[in-house]
């Protein structure tokens, strides 16, 4: 009996003290968030690391090799549905973009109007015809025809494969690029897996490479449960998203993603980008077309106007690009009703003003309505390939890991 109840305390010995851990370690939570609630602003920029994913890059594999036509460097898998974080199901078109199907005839005395960019000009996490580009095409009014090849996570050297391989064989009458302020780190992330053309055209993409780096979508049921989770803790905890951003996150991806350049990087990053934006209005102009660009401003803009849109304005003006720069949009004395919560993407009311004031903008920046005659580059739908192409799958049929 002795032996019995000496087994006996000692179990009750083990279990207080599992408890006591467990209840310590649940007070000391509950005491960390407290003082987050109280000390720490609400972590947009680590949820928005925690659920960025490269979904632009893999979202089905197998997907992928049933469509060899599907280039994920720059669109996502035609027809295919993307409903993460929010964003509305509309399914993409036929060249994988969040819009109508795209037709290459184009009816007479119509101006068409290439809009390419981020998520900004996508419309993330709005229905589709909410998104400013179709705000855009509704004030301007039939005369115009307005192709929205915006994506998330998109940077210019990835508009100049997407212009080259798609928009120009739609014969755009001009070309509205909407650049953000991450531009210039995505294009210095993404440049170790390019390779280049002679133009100066992106032609292969590392997958393998880019893949060790990036977080990859959800894929098994208990990947997307957990997925799930991970969104209502973001939602719940205001401690959570700061530890597991620097916790889980690569650290390489976080340092490109969540940390700001400092000022004596911004520009050298900058003239990297500004060489993608000058082979892209070569090629535009090339075409008969002309080159605009636009930056929409997020929530910190209203305080203080971010480094590139002063490095953006400056190439503009030397390069004679119409930039368009919101004046009146930046003006208002409420911006926190053209925001979503905890997003710092445009909401409905933001993507009505923003459009409206673009619309008038680009009344006054384009010819009127014309017939417009065949462009010159009809040959370069598909540039020549590299010849050393050991290590990166040729974009016109990538190959996924």
Not at 97 to 111: H, I, L, Q, S, W
Not at 245 to 256: H, I, S
Not at 282 to 295: H, K, P, T, W, Y
Request: hydrophobic share 40%; charged share 25%; net charge neutral.
């Amino acid at each position: 009996m002795s032996e019995d109840g000496s087994q006996k305390r000692t179990r009750f010995r083990a279990v207080r003290q599992v408890t006591l851990v467990l209840g310590g370690a649940l007070v000391g939570l509950l005491l960390a968030e407290g003082l987050a609630r109280l000390f720490l602003p609400r972590g947009e920029k680590q949820i928005a690391l925690l659920r960025m994913r490269a979904p632009d890059l893999q979202m089905d594999a197998a997907s992928d090799l049933r469509h060899p036509g599907y280039n994920p460097f720059i669109q996502r898998r035609p027809y295919s549905e993307w409903t993460c974080d929010g964003h509305s199901p509309e399914p993409m078109n036929n060249e994988g973009f969040r819009d109508r199907d795209f037709a290459e005839a184009k009816a007479p005395g119509v101006f068409r109007l290439a809009v390419i960019g981020d998520s900004f000009a996508e419309g993330w996490m709005v229905p589709r015809d909410t998104a400013f580009p179709r705000v855009v095409e509704r004030d301007l009014g039939p005369s115009f025809d307005i192709e929205n090849f915006s994506m998330a996570n998109r940077s210019p050297i990835r508009y100049l494969a997407l212009y080259d391989r798609i928009v120009c064989k739609y014969r755009p009458d001009a070309v509205l690029l909407c650049l953000y302020r991450n531009d210039p780190a995505e294009d210095e992330a993404l440049r170790p897996y390019v390779k280049f053309d002679a133009r100066g055209v992106p032609s292969a993409f590392d997958y393998a490479r880019y893949f060790r780096h990036t977080p990859r979508m959800p894929q098994t049921k208990g990947e997307k449960r957990r997925d799930r989770w991970q969104w209502r803790l973001c939602q719940w905890s205001r401690l959570f998203p700061y530890a597991a951003a620097w916790l889980w996150v690569d650290p390489e991806f976080r340092r490109r993603t969540l940390e700001t350049p400092p000022p004596s990087k911004i520009e050298p990053l900058w003239r990297m980008t500004s060489d993608y934006l000058s082979t892209l209005k070569n090629l535009v102009e090339e075409d008969g077309a002309r080159f605009l660009l636009a930056l929409p401003p997020d929530p910190e803009d209203f305080e203080k106007p971010q480094a590139i849109f002063a490095l953006a304005i400056r190439w503009a003006e030397a390069h004679s690009i119409p930039f368009f720069r919101a004046e009146e949009f930046l003006a208002s004395p409420e911006p926190a009703r053209f925001y979503l919560p905890n997003d710092g993407h445009f909401s409905a009311a933001g993507h009505a003003t923003y459009g409206r004031e673009l619309a008038g903008w680009l009344r006054t920046h384009l010819a009127p309505p014309a017939p417009t005659a065949e462009k010159n580059r009809n040959n370069a739908l598909i540039p020549p390939r590299p010849e050393d192409n050991s290590d990166a799958a040729p974009l016109s049929s990538p190959t996924l890991p």
